[in-house]
């Protein structure tokens, strides 16, 4: 098997596995609301991913992003505290698309559709803890490391 991601809900954690090795490990933060798939619910869909788009390569470390899209700004706490209400999506995306018709794939459970990513956020958010909106978030540093080891078409096992 080649290698993919495995993130488990209950603990908060992620691993990186190829043929049974663990390359790679991270606490996250994932869904608040616990864990589905169903639109506007604010959880963490389950299930067999894949990652569709890799976005955010080149950009500076702490780099603001709004639809997937580099702001130009840098996050900072003044930032911060200037935009209280934004859900900071920082350095790195990896956004994924379920593939499993029904479950997580297609109409109101459509992980793509959902807008569901594995992303930055700022250092001062703890980790371990489901804090999202529905995402997978990470520390910065963790996140350039393992999108520098994953590529388009990885899967990715949330449990």
Request: with cysteine.
């Amino acid at each position: 098997m080649t290698a993919y991601l495995h993130i488990e809900l209950a603990t908060q954690q992620l691993h990186l596995i190829d043929n049974h090795q663990v390359l790679f490990h991270s606490l996250i933060s994932s869904g608040l609301n616990g864990a589905g798939e169903k639109k506007g619910s604010g959880c963490t869909p389950r299930g067999w991913h894949v990652i569709k788009a890799k976005i955010g390569r080149d950009c500076p470390l702490n780099s603001v992003f709004i639809g997937r899209r580099f702001t130009g700004e840098i996050y900072t706490p003044e930032l911060a505290a200037q935009y209280p209400q934004r859900d900071w999506i920082l350095t790195r995306i990896l956004w994924l698309g379920g593939l499993q018709p029904g479950y997580n794939r297609y109409g109101e459970v459509d992980t793509l559709r959902r807008y569901i990513y594995l992303h930055g956020t700022p250092d001062s958010e703890p980790m371990g803890i489901a804090r999202s909106h529905g995402c997978i978030r990470l520390h910065n540093t963790p996140l350039i490391a393992l999108f520098a080891q994953v590529s388009i078409g990885t899967r990715v096992w949330i449990e």
